[in-house]
C-alpha cells in the first residue's frame, strides 16, 4: 500500500512538472506569436503611412493641376468675351456707317 502512494505521489509530481513545463513553453511561444505579431503590423502600419502620403501628394498635385486649369479657362473665357465685345462695336459701327449712308442719299 505504501509502494501504490508512492507511486502515486510520484505520477502526480511528474503530471504538475509536465504541466507547468507546457505552459512555460506556450507562454514562450505566445511571446513570440506576439513579437512576430507586432513586428509584421508595424511594417503594414509603415506601409499604409506611406501609400497614405503618396496619395495625399497625388491629390495634391491633381489639385493643383486643376487650379491652373480653371485659371486658363477663366482666361480664355475672358479672351473670347473681350473679342465679343469688341465684334459687337464693330458691327456697331458698321451699321452706323450705313445708316449714315443712307441717310446721306
Known amino acids: 500500500m505504501d509502494s501504490i502512494i508512492i507511486i502515486l505521489v510520484a505520477i502526480i509530481f511528474f503530471l504538475v512538472i509536465?504541466?507547468?513545463?507546457?505552459?512555460?513553453?506556450?507562454?514562450?511561444a505566445k511571446k513570440q506569436a506576439n513579437k512576430e505579431f507586432l513586428s509584421t503590423s508595424k511594417e503594414n502600419n509603415e506601409a499604409a503611412i506611406n501609400s497614405t502620403l503618396e496619395l495625399k501628394a497625388k491629390i495634391?498635385?491633381?489639385?493643383?493641376?486643376?487650379?491652373?486649369g480653371e485659371e486658363v479657362n477663366k482666361n480664355r473665357l475672358e479672351n473670347v468675351d473681350k473679342s465679343i465685345r469688341v465684334e459687337i462695336?464693330?458691327?456697331q459701327k458698321?451699321?452706323?456707317?450705313?445708316?449714315?449712308?443712307?441717310?446721306?442719299n
Not at 495634391?60 to 487650379?67: F, M, N, S
Open 94 to 104: 458698321l451699321i452706323q456707317e450705313k445708316s449714315k449712308k443712307k441717310a446721306r
Open 60 to 68: 495634391e498635385e491633381i489639385y493643383q493641376k486643376l487650379i491652373t
Open 89 to 91: 462695336s464693330n458691327q
Open 18 to 28: 509536465a504541466l507547468i513545463y507546457s505552459w512555460l513553453t506556450k507562454s514562450k
